[in-house]
């Protein structure tokens, strides 16, 4: 991956007029019981934004060894790129109304090849609470992007076969429901990958959906066997390689490094059924 140096990984609110480029804002809004991200979008957005459609540009055909949501072509991600006006270089700053857990995988997608991008600190809702009354349904008619094809960083990727031996470390950013099995309301076989941590994504966000202070997400990231000796041999899954983008960012943003990414997640791994399975409570 190509290294990044002038935007960190998150950008608060009152930070955005001090970054060091053009600006655009993307409104990822998705959700996994099926309500239109689309549909939120139209109905207000923050002035300005376009709509990243995670399921049109961000994924590509699903597929058994895939999972729901694996990588686009390179191609396909660039069309989808310049179409909303984004050029390699500007400075995406992407935002959802999840704290950021959605908006993670197109930031993840654009650092991972070399360009500017971060997570809008806290969302929609951080946005108006500086903001009030700033929503807005005018969309915006952007010119086309200058956004170059490049493909996925093998570096920066593990497949199924690569997510257990004694230089990867695994996390699973899900629920701690959905880790230890107790439920799954949407892969064939619950429980996790052998030997895997759970450090839940949601859990290094406040009630609000804003970041927690560094020394808690890290003391997150410790119980799960994760520190500053370990963390380069963090891979990173969820579901479907989306929610695992925003543990990839968070640990980036505490310093301690940018770990793998597992595409193909448990939406994925659970449909092989030679790979083994776990339930119960991380070891």
């Not at 984004?86 to 959605?102: F, P, S």
Request: hydrophobic residues 40%.
């Amino acid at each position: 991956m190509t290294e990044l140096v002038d935007v960190p990984p998150f950008a608060r609110v009152e930070e955005l007029d001090g970054l060091p480029g053009r600006v655009v804002l993307a409104d990822v809004r998705w959700y996994l019981d099926g309500r239109s991200g689309r549909a939120a979008y139209e109905g207000g957005h923050l002035p300005g934004a376009v709509f990243a459609d995670l399921d049109r540009w961000l994924t590509g055909p699903p597929t058994a060894v895939g999972g729901r949501n694996p990588l686009p072509a390179p191609e396909s991600f660039a069309e989808g790129m310049r179409g909303l006006g984004i050029g390699d270089d500007d400075i995406v700053v992407a935002y959802d109304d999840q704290g950021g857990v959605i908006a993670a995988r197109l930031v993840w997608m654009l650092r991972a090849t070399g360009r500017r991008a971060a997570i809008l600190d806290g969302g929609l809702a951080a946005y108006l609470d500086a903001h009030p009354d700033s929503l807005t349904t005018e969309e915006p008619e952007p010119e086309e992007g200058e956004f170059s094809v490049r493909p996925w960083p093998a570096a920066a990727l593990v497949e199924a076969d690569g997510l257990v031996g004694p230089d990867v470390l695994t996390v699973d950013a899900r629920n701690r429901d959905r880790f230890v099995g107790a439920q799954d309301p949407v892969d064939p076989r619950p429980g996790h990958v052998p030997g895997a941590a759970n450090v839940p994504c949601r859990e290094n966000l406040d009630g609000l959906g804003r970041l927690l202070p560094v020394q808690a997400i890290r003391d997150n990231f410790a119980a799960g066997g994760v520190d500053a000796d370990t963390a380069s041999k963090v891979v990173s899954y969820c579901g479907s390689g989306v929610t695992a983008c925003h543990n990839l960012l968070t640990l980036e943003h505490t310093g301690l490094g940018r770990g793998r990414l597992y595409v193909g997640g448990w939406s994925a791994y659970s449909r092989d059924d030679a790979r083994p399975v776990e339930t119960g409570p991380a070891r």
